[in-house]
């Protein structure tokens, strides 16, 4: 089963860049999407982007100016990065695992354990 | 934009009784594959169903997942203990490709 470990500093000042690695245990170069999701105190699910080995991305259309995901496949890392913040960025933070088969069946598992990142002064 | 909307919001049970959870896209994409998440406190979300009515692996045979086109849903047959907890649909949209959540049904006793 493979294992996803998320890090990074909890706390960012606005304005600043929120940087968070993620660390698999399983071989990034197989055939997966590398995902990241968060989600803000009490509230629900928003999906953040997706990279694969190949270097193809989707970001959700709202973050996409400000997000960059991208893979170390000599490490197992998947990096995300979120300039800009603001309060509305604080959340926990998800890297996950997902399948795509068909490009229309997409489902994601597993999850880490998620990380809560607070942007405050 | 395709929104996804779970109802109900909450949905009040006892432990042996029977839930039915909707999950309801806005339009139609032609994929129609949707997959559904649980979440207990202070946990991350775990896959249970995906392509609408597979179940995940080690998934108990109580949750099974229906539907297609616009309306899905996700019935646990018997509630054990362990399922009070948030549930999410989760739909993968094709054009342009992006990934959208439910806002979430909690399960509580």
């Known amino acids: 089963q493979v294992h996803l470990q998320e890090s990074g500093p909890g706390l960012v000042k606005p304005s600043e860049t929120l940087s968070l690695t993620c660390s698999v245990s399983?071989?990034?170069?197989?055939?997966?999407?590398w995902s990241w999701i968060r989600q803000p105190p009490g509230k629900g699910l928003e999906y953040i982007g997706h990279?694969?080995?190949?270097?193809?991305?989707i970001y959700n259309p709202s973050l996409k100016s400000r997000v960059t995901i991208s893979v170390d496949t000599s490490k197992n890392h998947i990096s995300l990065k979120l300039n800009s913040v603001t309060a509305a960025d604080t959340a926990v933070y998800y890297c996950a695992r997902a399948s795509m088969v068909y490009a229309i069946h997409f489902w994601i598992d597993p999850w880490g354990q998620g990380t809560l990142v607070t942007v405050s002064s | 934009e395709i929104v996804l909307t779970q109802s109900p919001d909450t949905l009040s049970l006892s432990p042996g009784e029977r839930a039915t959870l909707s999950c309801r896209a806005s339009?139609?994409?032609?994929?129609?594959?949707l997959s559904w998440y649980h979440q207990k406190p202070g946990q991350a979300p775990r896959l249970l169903i995906f392509?609408?009515?597979s179940r995940a692996t080690g998934i108990p045979d109580r949750f099974s997942g229906s539907g297609s086109g616009t309306d899905f849903t996700l019935t646990i047959s018997r509630l054990e203990p362990e399922d009070f907890a948030v549930y999410f649909c989760?739909?993968?949209?094709?054009?342009?490709?992006?990934?959208?959540f439910g806002g979430g049904t909690k399960v509580e006793i």
């Open positions: 392509g609408a009515s």
């Open positions: 990279i694969h080995y190949s270097g193809s991305t």
């Open positions: 339009q139609t994409d032609y994929s129609g594959y």
């Open positions: 399983d071989d990034v170069s197989n055939n997966y999407y």
């Open positions: 989760q739909y993968f949209i094709t054009s342009p490709p992006r990934v959208a």
